[in-house]
């Protein structure tokens, strides 16, 4: 059975795997279960429903790289496809996983290296977490509009009243 999204297409991940070859070995064993689950893998991260960060945390050098990928695919993500779900995985979150969903609220999933077999639950899970976060900002935005246009109404009917009253300009 495919997995798919609203459109009826099979979901799409990319995948960006950092650091040595332990990751390369569970960016396969990840992809693998990823087109088992009916999802189809992209090179194209603007083109991804979601977008998987197998991160390194050996060095300060690969933590430092890993973020920086983290920080520009969420980037990316706000001006190219704001719908996507950003995960993290591999070395990184396995180290900090208590500080990093505080650190990162960016980032819509963590998994450590003890979750890999479970990559296709976390991209469906990440993906649902992005739409609610969308929507929840949506709903923000225009409670926060309709606040400043009532303000600005009143502000307006405040003036207008200073002034004697509605005047025509003919």
Avoid: W, Y
Avoid at 47 to 71: G, K, P, R
Avoid at 136 to 142: D, G, P, T, W, Y
Wanted: with cysteine.
């Amino acid at each position: 059975m495919k997995k798919t999204v609203s459109t009826g297409r099979p979901l799409k991940v990319g995948l960006i795997s950092l650091g040595c070859a332990k990751n390369l070995v569970d960016a396969e064993i990840m992809l693998g279960s990823l087109l088992k689950d009916g999802m189809e893998i992209t090179n194209d991260a603007t083109s991804a429903d979601a977008l998987i960060v197998n991160t390194c945390s050996f060095i300060d050098a690969a933590q430092e790289e890993s973020v920086d990928t983290i920080l520009e695919s969420a980037e990316l993500r706000e001006t190219r496809r704001p719908g996507q779900a950003l995960i993290v995985s591999g070395c990184l979150p396995q180290r900090f996983r208590d500080d990093l969903p505080r650190l990162m609220p960016e980032v819509d999933a963590f998994m450590g290296v003890d979750q890999v077999a479970k990559v296709g639950e976390i991209v469906r899970q990440a993906i649902e977490q992005r739409s609610s976060k969308l929507k929840a900002q949506s709903s923000k935005s225009e409670a926060a509009d309709t606040a400043k246009k009532t303000k600005v109404a009143s502000k307006l009917a405040e003036l207008d009243k200073q002034r004697g009253g509605p005047k025509h300009d003919h």
